[in-house]
């Protein structure tokens, strides 16, 4: 057997808000939509991973979701001009990844990174 895919799955009373708000910050795709549920995805490959935390490093808690992105400066600037909260700021980690934490609108905590090279 072989995973294929993991999907998180986000409870929201108002899907379109949450949806929206992904798509905005992640420039994801919205590729399904029933009013109830919604998938947005990238053509990016990618590879299924599930990590399991005691803390999330630097202090930090452990977040919902960790988000790696191509270009964490350009997250960080979108997350500021969507008016998204940061409670962990824009940071050059000693374990190789540049991050910064935010919220979603479900409280969600988002550790949106990506690695250094």
């Known amino acids: 057997m072989m995973v294929l895919r993991i999907v998180p799955n986000i409870a929201a009373d108002k899907v379109a808000d949450v949806r929206n708000f992904y798509a905005e910050l992640f420039g994801l795709e919205i590729v399904m939509d029933f009013g109830w549920i919604a998938t947005l995805a990238t053509d990016a490959a990618t590879n299924p991973q599930v990590s399991i935390m005691s803390g999330g490093g630097s202090g930090a808690p452990v ?12 997250a960080y600037r979108r997350a500021i001009a969507m008016g998204c909260t940061i409670l962990h700021d824009l940071t050059d980690e000693p374990w190789g990844v540049r991050r910064f934490f935010t919220e979603d ?13």
């Open 105 to 117: 609108p479900t409280g969600k905590l988002l550790n949106v990174l990506s690695h250094r090279t």
């Open 63 to 74: 977040p919902d979701l960790s988000i790696e992105v191509d270009d964490v400066d350009e």
